[in-house]
């Protein structure tokens, strides 16, 4: 009985080792394949982004400066 569960833990081991091994294979070809599609310029509206995200700091910045005002006069 305990030799069966120990064939049986074997050959699961077997089975993920290869699956990940399979896995590897996998990302290494794609990493070969899809090399120069991941070095493309960024699209014109990286720019739009920015610029939301540095109004959203500003916006950000002022809601905590009013909370912190209204809390230090209570």
Do not use: N, Q, W
């Not at 069966?4 to 394949?33: A, D, N, P």
Request: charged residues 20%; hydrophobic residues 55%; positive net charge.
């Amino acid at each position: 009985m305990i030799l069966e569960g120990l064939k049986l833990m074997v050959l699961g081991m077997v089975i993920v080792y290869i699956f990940l091994i399979v896995l590897m294979i996998f990302v290494f070809l794609s990493s070969r394949i899809f090399k120069g599609r991941a070095m493309a310029t960024p699209s014109p509206g990286v720019s739009a982004v920015s610029k939301s995200a540095d109004e959203l700091v500003a916006v950000l910045s002022a809601a905590i400066s009013s909370y912190r005002s209204k809390k230090s006069k209570k």
